[in-house]
Structures are given as structure tokens and as C-alpha cells.
């Protein structure tokens, strides 16, 4: 048995997700080898191979491939994909994009977005939006696997896997990487923050989001958003958190102005700890949360800040 | 230049699912059922290219029970010019999904197929995906903007982090994220209209395919609920419960 990761990284550094893939590859028992696929990306491969249970790292370099192109993805995984029992990536927008050509040109059905690995050929994901979670048993020969970062623990480091450069397919004729928009924060990378804060459409404006930010600043939090926020035009789209934008898992989430519709709740459900502050008790958010507060937003949070400050933040 | 939009019939996606008892699935009887939100907007970008003079014919193709046949007509309503209903009962996954569209852009030859980016009922998020790769075809998925240049579309896509724009050259695949457009509604005229629009019928056999699911479901079940906790009466008993009972400050 061996199972082949497809490392999540910005070619500088190891995104954590692909700590939470190899937890989720160990479960399948056998080697476990990660491919770095990037440019300039020989820092992440190093950190690869520090990885806890990585028996090899295989790092391949090309201009589509610091670019996350699709094309290129697909035809250097098919390149190596001949000896694996199992491919696993994270279910990021670059797995999702990628991941599926792979398993159609070996002819095998996705699993994607998995939550758990029962076996080496059953697993446990989430349909419609989280409200059901189906466990099923491939009868593929090779396993193509997403997965959800958020259900796995991160495996830490400890090995001293060796780095293999592998050569790079050549370029697709066909696509090419035209420009990119980051947004640009000092704050934590939502899917990675170990706290949360997220406003809603109870926020009235994107302005007001700087109250979630001082707080965010003083916690070292990530700053979120609900649908409705993002749809009013707050915030950018990347602050969505939800089932269409990003499934979040922190230790602890404060959901401010935030009802709680279904959409919101499917991407931050699984976190630790959960604060609602929102005016209207009947909101929905209050059923999820472990601290409700039923407060007007304007008056709570600056004191919320204050309260923090005086707590030592 | 045509266009082949692929829909989906899905559980509408204001119903609140349940699942069964037995834990085969999830309750579909009686269940109001809708074209899938993002194969809507996939079908309202075709409609603006054929506006804007970019396109002069959309497809629009449903595999799926009888009830599919509805899910077209909308389509066809909204100002697709004609379908295809591939009739199963049989749930059909992605990858046969996928085999089957191979086939039908073989017959049809679009220049651009526009799907979703996921059905909200199995949240795959893997057609458009595996049907550019038995194409051998470039992609735009999770599409906030196509703008159509020559020869060559470019595509702004929803990633973590931010926005990415690919240039890829036709024929492509285009799969669309929520804020591409908003879909229009269709006026009574158009409806009426739609009912007039021819629908091809077809089988799975009519194209050889293969349906037999390579996922076997074992299982369907409610997650785990979470439970709802306190309401506190201030911010400082809140941050005082954050610190010492919940232990996250």
C-alpha cells in the first residue's frame, strides 16, 4: 500500500492542509509520499520532508505549475500516479480543480471533500451542505481523494524524508495563467486561524468591519464574513464563510450581526467554540452558539474590545 | 458559436433535507425540486453571451428522471433555443455524467460547454472537471467572469485567498461560482414560448455509457447535532466565560 499527497503551499511555505492530508493518508496504513508541485518551491519540499510518516518527497517546478494550473496538475499526477493505491489532496479550490481530471483520465469516480477514512476503501463525506453525511465503499482500483482539512488533525513533524526533483510536463498550449488578486493581510489565513470573527449583514457596511478587525488585531484572528456581507458588497468574496465559501474550523468563532441561515452554519459549525452576538433572539445563529449574547452590535463590540483589553489583549 | 449548458435537477435548496430512518438516503418524496442554483447561472451566462451577439446557439442537456424534463423546460424559458433530456432513473455519478456529455459534444460540437460548479444535492463539484479531461479541453472553473476574446476566453476564477484569471482557448469548459450573474426570471411569454421548443429524448444506452456507480453508499446519516449553550448578559461576562470556563482566550 502507498498513498501519494499533493501538497497545498503559496511555493514558499507548506500550507497547513496538507498536514491534516497526511493525518488523513496515515489512516490508509503503507508509504506515504507527497509531491510538491510549484516554482521556486524548493523551501516547501523541505518542509515536506520534515513531515511526521513521509517517506519520500517529489518536487516538480514549472511557471503552470506556481500557478496552480489545472492542465499541468493533471498531466504531472498521471505521470507518477502508476504505483499508488490512493491520491489525496486538500479540497482547496486548487484540489478541487484539479483532482477530478485526475480521476477521469484514470477512470475512476472522485471522493471528494471526504471527513473521515473508515478504511482503505471507505469513507465518510459530507451532501447537501453538511445536512447528511453518506458513507461510501469505492471499487476503484486507485482511490482520488479531497480532503476536508478542518476534520483532520495536523500531523506534525519528525521525519527526514528525502527530496527527489522530477521533471516537469510541458506546457499546455491551450490555457495560461493571465493574473491574480490576492487579498493582502497581516491576519491569519482564514482556514487556518485558531480564532474567528465574522460579521454579517447586520454590519450595515463594509466600513464597519474595522471593529472586527481591531479585535481581530488584538486576538490574532482571522476576520470572516456571512453570504449576505459579501452579497451586499462589504467584503471580498475570499472573506466568505459558508457551504459556497470556505468551511472553517477554528477554537473559537464569533459570529457578529450573523442570523445563522443554513448556508452559514454548514461552514463553521465543527468549530470549538462558538460566540453569537446579534439582537434578534430568535436568530438561529443562538442554537449553534455555546455564548449567545442578545445585544445591539454597535454597542457590544466596542466594549467587547475594551473588555479584551482590559483582559491583557 | 454554440454553447452546451448540462442542468441538473436537485432538491430545492430553501428544503431543509431529511434523512431516512433507514439511513439509505436522504427523503426525496413530496420534496420541491429545482434547478440546481449553479447550473441556473450557468444557463443565464449562456443567455448573455447569445445577447451580447457571442454565441447563437444554447443547448441545454438533463440526465435525469422524467422530472428532468421540467428542469429543461425552465431552460428553455429562461432562453436556452432547444434540449436534450437523457432519461434514468438510475442515480448516475459524475464520472458517467461526464462520459455521457463526452459523447454528446461529439455529436454536437460546442464551442464552450457551461456547467455549475456543483450540484448542491451530492456537493461533488467534479463534472466540468472530469469532462475537460476526457476532452483533453482547458478550464475555467468556479467562474466569477468570462469575457470572450479571440479564438479564447478569459476567465476570472474564485480561489482561496482571492481571484485568479486564466486564459484559456476554445474549445473549454466553463464552470461558474455564485457570483457570476444573477439569474433572470421567466417571463409568462417565454414560458408558453418554451413549451414549443424541441426536447431530444435519449437513453444512457443511446451513447453506450456505462452508469454502474463505482461508489457504493453504505450509509446516509444525520450529522452530529450541535447542541445550542448559554446566553450571557454582558460582553465582560463574556469574555470572562471565553477565558476561564471555555478556556479559548
Redesign the interface.
Known amino acids: 500500500m502507498s498513498v501519494l499527497v499533493i501538497a497545498e503551499h503559496d511555493n514558499k511555505t507548506l500550507n497547513e492542509a496538507t498536514r491534516a492530508a497526511v493525518t488523513a493518508a496515515k489512516k490508509f496504513g503503507g508509504d506515504i509520499h507527497i509531491l510538491v508541485a510549484g516554482q521556486d518551491a524548493r523551501a516547501v519540499a523541505d518542509a515536506a520532508a520534515k513531515l511526521d510518516n513521509v517517506s519520500k518527497v517529489m518536487l516538480a517546478e514549472s511557471e503552470p505549475l506556481g ?1 496552480k ?3 499541468a496538475l ?1 498531466s504531472l499526477v498521471l505521470s507518477v500516479a502508476g504505483s499508488y493505491d490512493a491520491i489525496l489532496a486538500p479540497a ?3 484540489g ?10 484514470l ?7 471526504i471527513t473521515a477514512v473508515e478504511s482503505a476503501d ?1 469513507f465518510v ?16 482500483k486507485v482511490k482520488v481523494i479531497t480532503v476536508r482539512p478542518t476534520t483532520f488533525e495536523k500531523a506534525g513533524d519528525g521525519g527526514s524524508a528525502n527530496v527527489e526533483t522530477i521533471s516537469a510536463p510541458d506546457a ?12 493582502k493581510s497581516d491576519r491569519p ?1 482564514l ?1 487556518a486561524a485558531k ?1 474567528v470573527i465574522s460579521g454579517g449583514r447586520g454590519m450595515g457596511n463594509g466600513e464597519n468591519f474595522s471593529m472586527l478587525e481591531k479585535i481581530a488585531d488584538k ?1 490574532g484572528a482571522a476576520v470572516g464574513a456571512s ?1 449576505a456581507a459579501v ?1 451586499a458588497g462589504f467584503v ?3 472573506y466568505q464563510v459558508g ?2 465559501g ?1 468551511v472553517v474550523a477554528p ?2 468563532y464569533i459570529a457578529v450581526g450573523i442570523s445563522g441561515a ?1 448556508q452559514h452554519l454548514a461552514g463553521m ?1 465543527d468549530s ?4 453569537a452576538i446579534n439582537k434578534d ?1 430568535e436568530a438561529p445563529i ?10 445591539d452590535l454597535f454597542k ?1 463590540v466596542p ?2 474590545e475594551e ?2 483589553g482590559k ?1 491583557g ?1 | 458559436m454554440k454553447i452546451l449548458v448540462p442542468v441538473k435537477r436537485v ?1 430545492d435548496y430553501n428544503v ?2 431529511r ?1 431516512k430512518p433507514d439511513q439509505t438516503g ?1 427523503d426525496l418524496a413530496n420534496v420541491k425540486m429545482s434547478m440546481n442554483p449553479f447550473c441556473e447561472i450557468a444557463v443565464e451566462e449562456a443567455i448573455r453571451m447569445k445577447e451580447k451577439g457571442l454565441a447563437e446557439e444554447i443547448v441545454v442537456i438533463s440526465i435525469g428522471p422524467a422530472g428532468a424534463q421540467e428542469t429543461i423546460r425552465t431552460a428553455l424559458a429562461m432562453g436556452a433555443d432547444r434540449g436534450i433530456h437523457v432519461t434514468t432513473d438510475a442515480a448516475v ?3 458517467a455524467v ?1 462520459k455521457i456529455l463526452e459523447k454528446v459534444v461529439g455529436e454536437e460540437k460546442p464551442d464552450i460547454v457551461l456547467l455549475g460548479k456543483q450540484a ?15 476532452l483533453g ?3 475555467g ?2 467562474a ?1 467572469k468570462v469575457e470572450k476574446a479571440d479564438g479564447s476566453l ?1 476567465v476570472t ?13 476554445l474549445p ?1 469548459i466553463v464552470t461558474t ?3 457570476l450573474n444573477e439569474p433572470r426570471y421567466a417571463s409568462l411569454p417565454n414560458i408558453m414560448k418554451a413549451k414549443r421548443k424541441p426536447i431530444d429524448a435519449k437513453t444512457p444506452e443511446d451513447y453506450g455509457v456505462d452508469l454502474s ?11 452530529p447535532k ?1 447542541q ?5 448578559e ?3 461576562e ?2 470572562s ?3 476561564n470556563e ?1 478556556g ?2
Request: charged residues 25%.
Open positions: 500557478h494550473m489545472a492542465e493533471e482547496s479550490t486548487v478541487k480543480n484539479f483532482m477530478p481530471r485526475v480521476a477521469a483520465k477512470d475512476v469516480m472522485i471522493i471528494s471533500d471507505t463525506r459530507p451532501i447537501y451542505a453538511g445536512n447528511a453525511m453518506m458513507t461510501v465503499k469505492s471499487s476503484d499546455v498550449a491551450t490555457s495560461s495563467f493571465v493574473s491574480e488578486e490576492l487579498s489565513e482556514g480564532i486576538l453570504r452579497d471580498p468574496n475570499d457551504q459556497t470556505k477554537e473559537l443554513i459549525k470549538k467554540v462558538i460566540v433572539e443562538f442554537s449553534v452558539a455555546d455564548y449567545g449574547l442578545v445585544a457590544a466594549e467587547l473588555e479584551l483582559a489583549y | 432538491v431543509k433535507v434523512v436522504v455519478e459524475p464520472l461526464a448542491i444535492d451530492d456537493d461533488t463539484n467534479a463534472t466540468g472537471q472530469m469532462l475537460a479531461a476526457l479541453w482547458p478550464q472553473t468556479f466569477s478569459k476564477r474564485e480561489v482561496d485567498g482571492g481571484l485568479q484569471t486564466v486564459a484559456i482557448a473549454a461560482d455564485l457570483r456507480p463505482r461508489l457504493e453508499v453504505l450509509k446516509v446519516a444525520e450529522p450541535r445550542g449553550g448559554v446566553k450571557v454582558s460582553v465582560s463574556l469574555v466565560k471565553l477565558k471555555a479559548v482566550l
